[in-house]
C-alpha cells in the first residue's frame, strides 16, 4: 500500500519547536520532490516548504522562511520539517505530499499524507 504518514504535532507554546516527519511506505521519497502544506481553521491550505528530489534545493513560505527547515533523511525515507520559533498563526494540521516533479511542489501532487495537527498556544 503506497502511502505518506505525518508525525511529530502536538501542542507547544510560543516560541518553542516541533519537528515533523514524513515516512512514506510503498514507495522511496527520493523518487520526488517533497512538500508540506498546511491548513489553519477556515483558512485555505497553503504552501509551507518544498525540498527538490536531490535534496539540493529547497523554498520556503515567506511566514515561515529563517524558521522552519526541511530536509531530507534518506535513510529513514523521511522527510523532516523542523519548526523553530513557532507562532500562533502556526496553528494548523500540517501534510506532506509527493510530488512527481524534481524540483517543485506547486502542482503534479501524486500522494497526501492524512495530516498533523499543530496547535501553538500559552
Known amino acids: 500500500q503506497l502511502q505518506l504518514v505525518e508525525s511529530g504535532g502536538g501542542l507547544v507554546q510560543p516560541g518553542g519547536s516541533l519537528r515533523l516527519s514524513c515516512s512514506a511506505s510503498?514507495?522511496?521519497?527520493?523518487?520526488?520532490?517533497i512538500g508540506w502544506f498546511r491548513r489553519a481553521p477556515e483558512k485555505e491550505r497553503e504552501p509551507v516548504a518544498c525540498?527538490?528530489?536531490?535534496?539540493?534545493?529547497?523554498s520556503y513560505a515567506d511566514s515561515v522562511k529563517g524558521r522552519f527547515s526541511i530536509s531530507r533523511d534518506n535513510a529513514k525515507n523521511t522527510v523532516n520539517l523542523q519548526m523553530n520559533g513557532l507562532k500562533d498563526e502556526d496553528t494548523a494540521d500540517y501534510y506532506c505530499?509527493?510530488?512527481?516533479?524534481?524540483?517543485?511542489?506547486?502542482?503534479?501532487?501524486?500522494?497526501w499524507g492524512k495530516g498533523t495537527q499543530v496547535t501553538v498556544s500559552s
Open positions: 510503498g514507495f522511496t521519497l527520493t523518487d520526488y520532490a
Open positions: 525540498i527538490s528530489r536531490s535534496g539540493g534545493w529547497t
Open positions: 505530499a509527493a510530488v512527481r516533479w524534481p524540483d517543485r511542489c506547486d502542482y503534479g501532487i501524486d500522494y
